[in-house]
């Protein structure tokens, strides 16, 4: 079974960092493209950023680029966010996703980053 636990969300200042973790399990995660999406309070899903299968190459959201780092590590099948300068709007659930930016599956709980004064 396919397991997607995320964690590291919270409260934080505007122009503050945060580093997102998700544990894969259930699947060869190496085989894998991953993404992260986030949703907004009220909002639907917006795609973040997506990382290749070997973890050599990355896109980004046009609303991050910059500020946010998408990364990998294959041994531990573990995918991480870094998030910098971190906004008011980058406030929502970041959820991990098996799959590449057209194409991906939701299988976590996701995890509430905050970002307030």
């Known amino acids: 079974e396919v397991q997607l636990v995320e964690s590291g969300g919270g409260l934080v200042q505007p122009g503050g960092s945060l580093r997102l973790s998700c544990a894969a399990s259930?699947?060869?995660?190496?085989?894998?493209?991953m993404t992260w999406v986030r949703q907004a309070p009220g909002k639907g899903l917006e795609w973040v950023s997506t990382i290749n299968a070997g973890g050599v190459g990355a896109d980004y959201a046009d609303s991050v680029k910059g500020r946010f780092t998408i990364s990998r590590d294959n041994v531990k099948n573990m995918l991480y966010l870094q998030m910098n300068s971190l906004k008011p709007e980058d406030t929502a659930v970041y959820y991990c996703?098996?799959?590449?930016?057209?194409?991906?599956?939701?299988w976590g709980q996701g995890t509430l980053v905050t970002v307030s004064a």
């Open positions: 996703a098996k799959g590449p930016a057209h194409n991906f599956e939701l």
């Open positions: 259930g699947f060869t995660f190496g085989f894998y493209a």
